[in-house]
Structures are given as structure tokens and as C-alpha cells.
């Protein structure tokens, strides 16, 4: 088998685990890559990557397509031949692929992989395709909205709450392919990183990496120097205001990127999770990392210390609605019902985490979420609820260049765009106990 061929193979079941199996993307790329396909070079790994993340982010337009090139209904029974077709299609509108290597591999894929007894569609595959590359202009024009990737039911929230004009901004960014950004450990120089790394640096004392490959080949990976964290993940820790000797409550801690910011410091920082595996990532952070930090496995509802905190990080579960840029297969995973839910946990791990707070200490609410009920209303329906919390409200100067994100209320809403070459979504609200 070519490299070439083989490639568009992995891609192929990566897709199916994602979208028939919901199987989020790195798990389905761990096992397709790692246990069948170990061979791919680094270069066709970053291309896999790129074409399923292509597909998945364009899947809306993707199936427009398919559907006005072909009369032949291609329902579940035939949903192998259309996985075929929304690859090669990608590859022809979305990618630099030759239109002859495109056609070849998706005819090639088609034979190989899909059940022999749809091989009878195999000169539909190849007319679909020449059809979609001589047509190339005007299907991008036809089909170029952007909103046909994303449900109606978040594209409704986000137009009542933004308005259509900023949407259209986000969506924007969201289409496209999200650099790697990490955190570097405050004692190290960020501008020789930055060199070294060939990257360059963001606010809040991170790096921005182009081009990464594998994330333990980079220099200093192994030896601790930095961890992975979106730009907009580091804000919440930041605000929370915790220094040298201070303890610092992380609860929802796992995998770890703000309490090893905080630990980072010299902060003492107190560590919760429930999940097992999520607590294993963590500790194999820390240890990478050389930070030492005291881990504790509980339901947050349930854990009851001794001790009352200054310092409470709350990065609840929510719809990661934020965090598509990086996840698509979000769009395809969550609905208006996973939100509800996640505003339910958020509601109770906030009440408990403020009967966790000593009088004057300061508790950081932040989700990876661009959901009014998930965010302001919130926070609102809490100050009703609790008279004894009141916002600390984030100021200009907190916010290093991210001024555009503070809202009206003292809370931060960082938005995709909002930096070049984009961001997460991330509610953040700062509150102190009166």
C-alpha cells in the first residue's frame, strides 16, 4: 500500500470512530494511528490530522455538495461511499492535493475499503470528484456558508446572544486549523523560547508554536520546561491572583494546565478530580513537570475539608462550546440538552465551592464555554442566591491586549477571533466573599 493511499485509510476510520462511534478525535487518532498504521511518517500524521479535522469543521458544506453532484441517494446503507466522497471533496476544495491524487486515492479507498457490494458506485465516486474539481469555483461560491457546518441550535444561541455580524467572525475562525499554544515556566525566558521553538510569544506568558509535529519530540518537552495550554486557558489562574506561599483549592483540576500554573508560582495548590484517568494525566504532568502538588480524588459535591480556602479555582464541566476550534467533533457531540445538564453541575459545584471560601478570599468561576446560561446567567442566578459573594471585577490593565473581552459586568467572555490565529471561548468571572 502507498503512503498516500494509506493516509487517506487512516483518515477514513478516524472518521468513523468520530462521527458513527462518538469517539472524540485524539483517542480515535491514538488508536487508528498507533495500533494500525505505525508506520506513518510525521508528515502524513500532521496530513491525516488536517484532512479529518477538514472534514469534520466543513461536514455541512461537505454534504451540501455531495448531495447537488449526485441524484444516487447515499443514505446509511451507502454512508461508507459518502465518507469516501466527503475526503476526497476536502482534499480538492479544501487542500493544496493534486486533483489527480485526490480522484485516484478516494477511487483506490472505495475499492479497498468500502463492502463490495457498493464497488457498483465506484464510477459515480470518480465522476462526483472530476465533477467537483472542474466545478471548483462556483461550489465554493454556492456552498460557501459557513453556517451550514453548525447546528441550528447553537447558531441561535450564538446569533441572540453576539449577533449575527460577530458570529460570522467566529465562525470564521473556527474553520480554521488551531496552532499549538503552551505554557512555559515563569523563571524560563520567553523570547529565547520563543527562538528556540520558533514560535513566538502570547499574552499571560505563553507561546505560541506553528507546525509542532509530535508533542514529546519538541525541545524541552521531556525535561518539563512547558505544558500545553490555549491562551485562553491560562486567563482564570492568572486573575485568581494566588503568589508564592499561597493555597490555591483547583477544583475540576485535571489534566493539570492551571494548577501547574499555580504551582509554577510557588502557590500550594490542593488538587481535585474525580476521574481516574483524568487524575493520571495529571500526575504524569506534575511529575514531568517537577511540580509538586497534593492530589485528592473526590466528587467535588462531596469533598468536605477541614480547612476553609483564600484561594478557589472553579473550571467546571460545561458544553465546550469554546473549544471547538480545537475539538470540532463538539459540533456533532453536544445539543441544548448537554448544555442544561452541564448548567445543573455548574449550579451545584458553585454553591459548594463558595461554602468552601473564607471570609475576603476570592473564588475564579471560568468554563470553556461561549453559552450565556453557562456564563452570565450563571453568575447572576448565584449573587441571588449567595448575598454573601459579590464580582470582583477583572480591570483593563488585568487583561494584556484581551480588553475587547471584558464584558459590562466585570466578567471576561474571550471570543475566537479576539486574537490572531484565534483562541478558545472562556467564560471567567472573579468573585470574593463579602
Partial sequence: MTHENQSRE???????????????????????????????????????????????????????????????????????VRYVLRLGIAQLLYSDVPAHAAVNTSVNLLVNKVPKKLHYLKNTVNAILRNVDRERDVLLKKFGNTRLNFPMW?????????????????????????????????????????EKLKGKVVPFGGLRVEKAGKIAEIE???????????????????????????????????????????????AIVVAVDLSNSRLLRLKENMTRLKLDIDVI????????????????????????TGTVRRHPEILHMRG?????????????MLDHAAGLLNKGGILVYSVCSMEQGEGPDQINALLKRDGTLKRKRIAIDEMSNLEQAILDTGDVQTLPHYYEDGMDGFFISRLIKT
Fill in 154 to 194: 447553537l447558531l441561535k444561541s450564538w446569533d441572540m446572544r453576539y449577533g449575527q455580524p460577530i458570529v460570522k467572525e467566529i465562525l470564521d475562525m473556527l474553520l480554521l486549523e488551531a496552532p499549538l499554544d503552551i505554557s512555559l515556566k515563569p523563571e524560563l525566558n520567553k523570547e529565547e523560547w520563543a
Fill in 336 to 348: 441544548e440538552q448537554e448544555v442544561r445538564e452541564a448548567i445543573e453541575i455548574q449550579t451545584n
Fill in 10 to 80: 487512516a483518515a477514513y476510520y478516524i472518521l468513523k470512530k468520530v462521527l458513527d462511534d462518538n469517539v472524540t478525535i485524539e483517542p480515535a487518532f491514538e488508536m487508528i494511528i498507533d495500533e494500525f498504521h505505525k508506520d506513518i511518517s510525521s508528515k502524513d500524521r500532521r496530513f491525516v490530522r488536517y484532512l479529518v479535522t477538514t472534514v469534520i469543521r466543513r461536514l455541512g458544506q461537505l454534504d451540501k455538495i455531495i448531495n447537488h453532484c449526485t441524484k444516487t441517494k447515499l443514505g446509511n446503507t451507502q454512508m461508507s
Fill in 297 to 320: 480524588k473526590s466528587d467535588i459535591l462531596k469533598y468536605n475539608p477541614n480547612q476553609k480556602f483564600d484561594y478557589i479555582l472553579l473550571d467546571a464541566p460545561c458544553s465546550s
Fill in 220 to 266: 524541552g518537552y521531556s525535561e518539563g520546561a512547558w505544558w500545553i495550554q490555549d491562551l485562553a486557558a491560562r486567563i482564570p489562574a492568572e486573575l485568581l491572583g494566588a503568589n508564592k506561599g499561597d493555597v490555591v483549592l483547583d477544583l475540576c483540576a485535571a489534566p493539570g494546565g492551571k494548577a501547574a500554573q499555580t504551582a509554577a508560582k510557588g
